[in-house]
Structure formats: C-alpha cells, structure tokens
C-alpha cells in the first residue's frame, strides 16, 4: 500500500497506464553551432504549432479558460531569458537536446526552491515545455503516450500530468489518477476534480512499484493506492464503490429540490466554485446558486494581469449558466499562500497577517477598478452579487465601494449597460470583523462567513502545522460565539449570512451551523448533496437549544 494527498474523492478501480518520460539524452559538441542554433529555432516554432493545437483542443473540451494555460506555455518558447540560456550553451559548445534539458532544469529547480506551493507547481510547465521541444530534436515520439486511445478503466500513473497531457486524455476512460508529485492545486487535480475522478497525489515511489498492466485501487478518501490487491480487497472496495452509487443515487432526488430542516427551517445549498467549468458540477449536483466564485485563477499562470474583457467573459459564462440564480464573485485574494510573481509581493514574516486580499486591491485601484469593471459589465447577465475580502474595518469597505462606484460612474460615461443594483457583501474571515459585524452590517447587504482564516485566526493556529493543527477546532467555544454574533448582527439589520469555509461541508458542524441560525451553506460541488440530505436530518429547534446550553458554557 502506498499513500498520498488525496486530492478528489472517490474509489476507482482499474488496470494501470503508467506514463515515464525517459529519454536518454547525450551529450555532444555540434559540427556547427550556428547550425545548432538553426535546430533548435526550428524546434521552438515546431512546438508553437504543436500547443497552438493542443489549446484549440483543450478549448472544444475544456473551456477557454482552462485553455488559458497553454497561453503560458507558448509565452515560455518565447521567454528572452530561457531562450538566451539555451542559445548561449549550444555556442559554448553544447548541443541543443542538452542545452534545453541543462536550462529547464535550472528553472525548474529555480521554481521548486520558492516558498510558495503553486510557483513550485509551475515548475511542472517548464517541464512540460521542454520535454516537448527535446522530443522534437530528438526527432522521437516515444515521450508520449496516445493518451486519446486508452483503454476503459484505466488508472493514469505518472510523476505529475501535464495540462498538455491532461488535455489529449480520453477522460471517459480513466477511473483513477496517481501522482507522484503535485498537491490539491496540482494541475491534475484540479482536473480530476473537475471530472469527479478519483485521485491521490505525492505518492512517492509510485513509478517504481506500479508497472503497466497492474491492478491498482485508488481510495481519493484516505490517500490510499493498492497495487495489486488479493481478491477479498478489490471485493471490499467493489461493495464499498457499490455503495458509494447506492448513496449518489439515493440523493440524486435533491438535485432538483431545495431543502429544508426536519422542523421546516429553509436553508440554502450553494457551491463554491474556483474556474468558470466547475459551475457544471455544481448545477449537476443541485447547487441553488454559486456561493464563493474565488476570481484567482485568472491571475495565475502568466506574465501579467487578465484584461478586462478576459475577466468578463469569465464572469458572464458562470452568470449565464446559473440562469438567474444567485452568483456571489469574490473579488481577488491574493497574498496569504497565494502569491502573483508579477504584482512583486516581498516576501513577509507572517503573509497571512500582511499584505493581500482586500488591503493589495485597494493599493493597486487600476487592478482592482478593471476587476470591478469586468463584473459590472457582466452583471445584465444573470444575479451578480460582488464580496470583497479579508475586510477588518468598515473604512475598508466604504473605499472599496468609492472604488466600485467610480468604475461605475466610468463605465456609464460610455454608455454601457449595467445592471442597476448589485449586492456588495463582505466575507467574515477575522475576529476583528465579527466583533465589528453590527457596524459592517449598515455598510452591506449580505455577510459570508469564512470559516478556515476565522478558525485560524481566532485560535491562533496554523492548520498546516502539523504540531498544533490538533487544536484547529471548528466547534471550538470561541469560534461559536463569533459566528452566532456575526449571524445575530446581520439578521438584526435584515442581512443573510452564508458559510463558506470547510465547515459549511463538515456533516458534525451542519446542524450547529443550522442552530446558529446560517441561512446559506456554500461547499464544494461533490459535497452539496450530502449536505442536503444533512439539513434534512436535522432539527433546528432542537439544535438551537442545545447551541445555547454549550455557548454558555455548559
């Protein structure tokens, strides 16, 4: 048995597909540099061509913003720097296969070095790129596998899949990913998630112990890869899988209804979502409306800012495909364990503490006005509710809507239609806004409760530690009475509040959050279901009470 991140729920049981890059790449000094150099130019466009298909491709079944990505890719062919490094090896004296692989190497260790877990990610683009243009010098083939032709029921074992990879697979066919490297925002996560198959990543020595052919098990709940279990194993996980679809079917009955307490008490189901595609899953599981559409993902991966038009289209297609029902936009949080390399955040002691969120869009108004534009504009196409972050003071958020107003104003000047009243709100993610929440309340129309900074914040704790992430309590005392105060605030100025965070999926918190009296719970699309069916098996009254007794102490 090995173990793993597991980075998308699920059992898949299936014959392996193991995918090794080896290329046995020589070393030799060229006859004539400048013929070398001719090589590997020729190499570069040859490559252009090849992404240039792959993201038409990936365009047709993916969408156009996971696309996006090979956009990155064709920026790093025409990188100065990378480009200059190769050439300046092959006229030391190097040949071209050797000098790519010599500078993709140095970026990728370069990117790997950083304190920053999606930089280090990226590595696996300069990857990507560079295994590409030595298969073209090599004049090879054998780098890849024909991904579109696998056979059903295939398990994807590799060090990390490749968005160029990921693209070209036959998804229908896979059952399970295991990876050796990358982590929950690895790009082949966030694919199988996205497709709702199984996957566990940073399963290390996964390449050495699983061959073609072999029977492997992937358990996405626990992290867990078995490579050729005996008989009454891959029973167990057959009947478990059995009654996994049992369940799905089961509650396949929620889709299409809204849900309510045992005792009649409505309460809302919304899905969070972090790409434009994932509104599919989420209108597939019954998601009455999006609850945290997180905006990062168009900043990342890339060598500036999205355009606003870029943004718009982002935001029209979600609002288009909720047809009307309501979806909350958050507007960029970056900082904390999200970095952007090319909006030059120094490096902080405390980056959770310092400068991001809310507090680097009001220092960059350009970024965060064309950001506002981009919904503003979008708005005539559906429900749009705009959230800023991380707010700790209500003079943060009256800047943000002078800043929101002025975009407004700009975009009226130009006669461009808007939709005349859109709902600002404001997540509660620190004590500090909580505790301020019956002032925050007159400056906003809706608050959304973010559970994991408040938890962090509240206790102290850094949940990535594993030394004292046992005291990262969501039923903690103090972080009961902050959310019942927040929600108790709000419903006196007639505001809702939702709950964003994990805990709005943890089927233990439900109910408490149900007695505190939460009129939203927004989670992960393959969660919402299951949350229904909690809501339903709960008592409001009942809960209520029993919240009272403990928030006294009792």
Same mark, same amino acid.
């Given at each position: 048995?090995?173990?793993?991140?597991?980075?998308?729920?699920?059992?898949?049981?299936?014959? %392996?597909?193991?995918?090794?890059?080896?290329?046995?790449?020589?070393?030799?000094?060229?006859?004539?540099?400048?013929?070398?150099?001719?090589?590997?130019?020729?190499?570069?466009?040859?490559?252009?061509?090849?992404?240039?298909?792959?993201?038409?491709?990936?365009?047709?079944?993916?969408?156009?913003?996971?696309?996006?990505?090979?956009?990155?890719?064709?920026?790093?062919?025409?990188?100065?720097?990378?480009?200059?490094?190769?050439?300046?090896?092959?006229?030391?004296?190097?040949?071209?296969?050797?000098?790519?692989?010599?500078? %993709?190497?140095?970026?990728?260790?370069?990117?790997?070095?950083?304190?920053?877990?999606?930089?280090?990610?990226?590595?696996?683009?300069?990857?990507?790129?560079?295994?590409?243009?030595?298969?073209?010098?090599?004049?090879?083939?054998?780098?890849?596998?024909?991904?579109?032709?696998?056979?059903?029921?295939?398990?994807?074992?590799?060090?990390?899949?490749?968005?160029?990879?990921?693209?070209?697979?036959?998804?229908?066919?896979?059952?399970?990913?295991?990876?050796?490297?990358?982590?929950?925002?690895?790009?082949?996560?966030?694919?199988?998630?996205?497709?709702?198959?199984?996957?566990?990543?940073?399963?290390?020595?996964?390449? $050495?112990?699983?061959?073609?052919?072999?029977?492997?098990?992937?358990?996405?709940?626990?992290?867990?890869?078995?490579?050729?279990?005996?008989?009454?194993?891959?029973?167990?996980?057959?009947?478990?899988?059995?009654? +996994?679809?049992?369940?799905?079917?089961?509650?396949?009955?929620?889709?299409?209804?809204?849900?309510?307490?045992?005792?009649?008490?409505?309460?809302?189901?919304?899905?969070?979502?972090?790409?434009? $595609?994932?509104?599919?899953?989420?209108?597939?599981?019954?998601? +009455?409306?999006?609850?945290?559409?997180?905006?990062?993902?168009?900043?990342?991966?890339?060598?500036?800012?999205?355009?606003?038009?870029?943004?718009?289209?982002?935001?029209?297609?979600?609002?288009?495909?909720?047809?009307?029902?309501?979806?909350?936009?958050?507007?960029?949080?970056?900082?904390?364990?999200?970095?952007?390399?090319?909006?030059?955040?120094?490096?902080?002691?405390?980056?959770?503490l310092g400068y991001r969120a809310?507090?680097?869009?009001?220092?960059?108004?350009?970024?965060?006005?064309?950001?506002?534009?981009?919904?503003?504009?979008?708005?005539?196409?559906?429900?749009?509710?705009?959230?800023?972050?991380?707010?700790?003071?209500?003079?943060?958020?009256?800047?943000?809507?002078?800043?929101?107003?002025?975009?407004?104003?700009?975009?009226?000047?130009?006669?461009?239609?808007?939709?005349?009243?859109?709902?600002?709100?404001?997540?509660? +993610?620190?004590?500090? %806004?909580?505790?301020?929440?019956?002032?925050?309340?007159?400056?906003?129309?809706?608050?959304?409760?973010?559970?994991?900074?408040?938890?962090?914040?509240?206790?102290?704790?850094?949940?990535?530690?594993?030394?004292?992430?046992?005291?990262y309590d969501p039923l903690n005392?103090?972080?009961?009475?902050?959310?019942?105060?927040?929600?108790?605030? %709000?419903?006196?100025?007639?505001?809702?509040?939702?709950?964003?965070?994990?805990?709005?999926?943890?089927?233990?918190?439900?109910?408490?959050?149900?007695?505190?009296?939460?009129?939203?719970?927004?989670?992960?699309?393959?969660?919402?279901?299951?949350?229904?069916?909690?809501?339903?098996?709960?008592?409001?009254?009942?809960?209520?009470?029993?919240?009272?007794?403990?928030?006294?102490?009792?």
């Amino acid at each position: 048995m090995l173990t793993g991140i597991p980075v998308s729920e699920g059992f898949g049981i299936g014959r %392996a597909i193991v995918i090794k890059k080896e290329i046995n790449i020589k070393y030799y000094k060229p006859n004539s540099t400048e013929e070398e150099i001719e090589k590997f130019k020729e190499a570069i466009e040859k490559a252009k061509q090849e992404i240039s298909e792959i993201k038409e491709q990936a365009e047709q079944n993916l969408g156009a913003n996971k696309a996006m990505i090979f956009d990155a890719h064709l920026l790093i062919l025409d990188d100065p720097e990378f480009v200059k490094m190769v050439k300046e090896k092959i006229q030391q004296g190097t040949n071209a296969e050797w000098a790519v692989a010599e500078t %993709a190497e140095f970026y990728a260790n370069l990117l790997a070095s950083l304190d920053d877990e999606y930089m280090k990610e990226r590595a696996n683009d300069i990857k990507d790129v560079s295994e590409r243009l030595i298969r073209i010098l090599h004049g090879a083939s054998a780098l890849y596998i024909d991904l579109k032709n696998i056979p059903e029921g295939s398990v994807i074992i590799a060090e990390d899949l490749t968005p160029s990879e990921t693209a070209q697979m036959d998804k229908t066919k896979v059952v399970g990913f295991v990876t050796q490297q990358g982590g929950k925002t690895s790009h082949a996560a966030i694919i199988a998630r996205t497709y709702e198959i199984p996957a566990v990543a940073g399963v290390k020595g996964v390449l $050495e112990y699983v061959k073609d052919g072999d029977i492997v098990i992937v358990d996405g709940y626990q992290g867990i890869v078995l490579i050729n279990p005996d008989q009454q194993v891959v029973e167990e996980y057959e009947k478990r899988m059995k009654e +996994e679809k049992k369940k799905k079917e089961e509650l396949k009955r929620l889709v299409v209804s809204e849900v309510k307490t045992g005792d009649g008490r409505k309460v809302k189901v919304y899905s969070n979502i972090g790409f434009p $595609e994932e509104v599919e899953i989420a209108l597939k599981n019954g998601a +009455e409306g999006i609850g945290l559409f997180r905006t990062e993902f168009l900043f990342m991966n890339r060598n500036s800012p999205p355009s606003e038009d870029e943004q718009f289209t982002a935001y029209k297609y979600v609002l288009e495909k909720m047809k009307g029902k309501p979806v909350i936009i958050r507007t960029l949080d970056i900082g904390g364990d999200k970095n952007i390399s090319y909006l030059n955040i120094e490096n902080e002691l405390n980056p959770f503490l310092g400068y991001r969120a809310i507090r680097l869009c009001l220092n960059n108004k350009e970024l965060f006005k064309t950001q506002l534009k981009a919904l503003l504009r979008a708005s005539v196409y559906g429900n749009l509710k705009i959230m800023f972050p991380m707010i700790t003071t209500a003079n943060e958020v009256k800047q943000a809507k002078e800043i929101l107003q002025e975009a407004r104003d700009e975009l009226k000047k130009k006669g461009i239609d808007l939709c005349d009243k859109i709902e600002v709100g404001i997540m509660i +993610e620190t004590p500090a %806004a909580a505790l301020a929440s019956d002032i925050l309340a007159d400056e906003v129309d809706f608050f959304s409760i973010g559970t994991n900074d408040l938890i962090q914040y509240t206790l102290a704790i850094d949940r990535t530690n594993e030394k004292v992430s046992y005291l990262y309590d969501p039923l903690n005392l103090s972080v009961l009475r902050l959310i019942k105060m927040t929600v108790d605030n %709000a419903h006196k100025k007639g505001k809702e509040v939702g709950v964003c965070g994990e805990m709005a999926s943890d089927e233990k918190a439900v109910p408490v959050l149900i007695g505190i009296g939460v009129d939203e719970l927004s989670v992960n699309p393959s969660k919402i279901l299951r949350v229904k069916k909690k809501i339903e098996n709960t008592n409001y009254i009942s809960e209520k009470e029993k919240l009272e007794e403990y928030l006294l102490g009792n």
